[in-house]
């Protein structure tokens, strides 16, 4: 009676030892496939970072290259408003004042003392100096600047005293609220109008 009862027992130890092995190798295959996954999810992670960091350092330059072809572009937009204005500008005065230019300077740098500048067209003829500042893109506040300008123009251009300073803005395209500003500041507004160059507040500063 106690051998039977003593085998009853070891089967019940053994069983209890085969589902703990089996548990255990359960947990083993667990925690190795969760490893697995771990190691990937970092790999994943990993890669996923130096993409990024090699997207980011793409996008920067990208950037600098978008800010250099935008700084070309201004600036031979600049050039080409001047190019444009310029050979336009004594028959636009002709036109508008029946005057021929005595002379004309465009690009004309000044220094006097400590003071320098320069002025993109300067225009002479009957008793006027014409000061024309040329801008790819007007706003008020560059008007106001302008004014600025002529002041310096002024004592810089001491050989002109006496004479009537006429001051132009002058663009491709000016909006009508800068037009209106600087009609209020006695400045002529020099821009496309259709095909062709004039002067597009002539008849307000006239009247």
């Known amino acids: 009676m106690q051998n039977v009862e ?5 089967d019940r130890i053994e069983m209890a030892l085969e589902r703990l ?3 255990v190798e359960e947990t083993s295959r667990s925690v ?6 771990t190691r990937t999810f970092e790999n994943e992670m990993r890669a996923f970072k130096e993409e990024m960091l090699a997207f980011k350092e793409e996008m920067r330059s990208f950037k600098d290259e978008m800010n250099k ?32 230019l005595e002379d004309m300077m465009v690009r004309r740098k000044k ?3 400590e003071l320098r500048e320069e002025f993109d067209v300067i225009g002479v003829g009957d008793g006027k100096v014409f000061v024309v500042e ?17 002041r310096r123009f002024k004592r810089l251009f001491p050989e002109y005293e006496g004479k009537e300073i006429i001051g ?22 020099m821009a496309m109008k ?14």
Do not use: C
Not at 32 to 37: D, P
Not at 134 to 150: A, I, N, T
């Open 168 to 189: 132009i803005i002058a663009s491709l395209y000016l909006d009508e609220g800068v037009v209106g500003y600087a009609t209020t500041k006695g400045y002529y507004a």
């Open 32 to 37: 190795r496939l969760l490893s697995l996954e």
């Open 134 to 150: 040329v801008k790819s893109r007007y706003k008020p506040g560059d008007v106001d600047q302008f004014s600025e300008k002529l």
């Open 69 to 100: 072809r935008w700084g070309d572009l201004a600036n031979r937009l600049g050039t080409l408003v001047e190019d444009i204005v310029a050979p336009a500008f004594p028959d636009v005065i002709k036109k508008r004042f029946d005057l021929e």
């Open 21 to 23: 092995a089996h548990e």
């Open 111 to 113: 220094r006097r003392g």
């Open 194 to 207: 259709g095909d062709y160059m004039d002067i597009l507040n002539f008849d307000e500063l006239r009247r």
């Open 6 to 10: 003593l085998e009853a027992r070891v």
